[in-house]
């Protein structure tokens, strides 16, 4: 597999996990990757001050081989610092780094990172070209249509071009929509007319037929909140169909026991409890068992409660 192209090894159109703080850890990414071998795996949404000054952060980057390929999602707003990472994380085996200018959390953009940098193009070509020439690694970004509406989405994301992004992401709402409305993917198809790179259409996506429904002339697609507790999501509906309850409690077990492999069971266990919803849904008394199964103490009985569902 080249570096300078990971998403060429699957077939078009190109299929992504979005990066999600909190949720695209590795054992979700191993579980996401062993369902769907053809689909690119991000990193968690992963700050380049956290990287420098924190282990535990830098342990986010952690991934096992099978997860390949994988990029790595960074955020931040200082370009030398953004080259500096780059450089050290660019010979561990991961295949592209991603640069996000487009998550809206207050927190983040108070700060000036993700959908702020909408605001500030000049610095958010010089974090991606910065990027570009510190690492032999093809750099991404993903972004939104604008901080309040589409307008200078085009020469924005042919700066990003011309700095060195070799495929771009947009999630089809404006920074300030945040996640309210509905995603509006119109711009992203003009958009993919002006540019030469790759482009990825994020946005209201709940399955992978929908996903190459909208493609139109895009490359291709990316699912994010879609996909917790649901890493069938990029199936067909006839496939997803198929899926039964004890196919979902067995894969369920599976990603808790990955996430135990280097998580504390405490936290393992509340970290898990986002994922719950997906598993256990669409099934007779799901609310119920949810309860129960967040209610658990310990792995033991979690899976004990588990496998009672099905028993």
């Not at 959908?115 to 970004?141: G, M, R």
């Amino acid at each position: 597999m080249s570096p300078e192209n990971p998403w060429t090894l699957f077939k078009r159109p190109i299929v992504a996990l979005a990066p999600m703080d909190g949720v695209t850890d590795r054992a979700f990414r191993q579980v996401v990757r062993r369902l769907n071998p053809e689909v690119l795996l991000y990193s968690e949404f992963t700050s380049i001050n956290g990287i420098e000054h924190s282990g535990q952060v830098r342990e986010r980057l952690r991934f096992e081989n099978m997860e390949l390929p994988y990029l790595v999602q960074l955020f931040g707003r200082e370009p030398a610092l953004f080259a500096k990472i780059a450089q050290e994380i660019s010979d561990q085996g991961i295949s592209g780094i991603d640069i996000n200018l487009g998550c809206p959390s207050k927190r983040i953009v108070q700060n000036g990172n993700g959908a702020a940098l909408i605001k500030e193009p000049d610095l958010a070509c010089q974090i991606v070209e910065a990027t570009a020439k510190a690492t032999h690694l093809p750099v991404t970004v993903k972004t939104r249509l604008g901080w309040s509406d589409a307008e200078n989405l085009i020469p924005f994301a042919k700066s990003l071009e011309s700095a060195g992004a070799q495929l771009i992401t947009i999630h089809g709402r404006t920074a300030k929509m945040g996640y309210r409305g509905e995603a509006d993917w119109e711009p992203i198809y003009e958009l993919k007319k002006a540019l030469s790179i790759p482009v990825l259409g994020n946005g209201d996506l709940r399955g992978g037929d929908q996903g190459k429904g909208q493609l139109k002339n895009l490359d291709g697609f990316m699912i994010g909140r879609a996909s917790l507790g649901n890493p069938w999501v990029f199936w067909s509906e006839e496939k997803r169909a198929e899926v039964t309850l004890r196919d979902k409690i067995e894969v369920m077990i599976e990603h808790l026991q990955a996430l135990l492999s280097y998580q504390p069971e405490h936290k393992a266990l509340i970290e898990f409890r986002k994922h719950l919803g997906g598993y256990v849904s669409g099934f007779r008394d799901a609310k119920v068992a949810r309860r129960e199964l967040m209610e658990s103490q310990s792995p033991s009985e979690f899976t004990q409660r588990a496998l009672s569902l099905v028993s």
